[in-house]
């Protein structure tokens, strides 16, 4: 057997390589959280333009009833 032990020589371009997977990785968790926002923003303003059609429609309904009550 042979006494020496094994050393591993790590160059600097090799370790510069690796930092872009990490930059990498966070970018893409970057972009889902922006698409994830950007959807919930589009559900809470879907569920407001309804709830405000709602209530004009129901407004517009009740007004039309007070007036065919009050003939």
């Avoid at 057997?1 to 990490?22: L, R, T």
């Avoid at 893409?28 to 407001?48: G, L, P, Y």
């Amino acid at each position: 057997m042979n006494g020496k032990s094994k050393i591993k020589i790590v160059k600097k371009a090799s370790v510069a390589a690796a930092e872009p997977k990490i930059a990498g990785a966070k970018a893409a968790r970057i972009a889902a959280r922006e698409m994830v926002s950007n959807v919930t923003d589009w559900v809470t303003e879907f569920k407001s333009r309804k709830s405000e059609e709602t209530k004009a429609a129901l407004e517009h309904l009740f007004a039309a009833q007070a007036q065919s009550n009050e003939i």
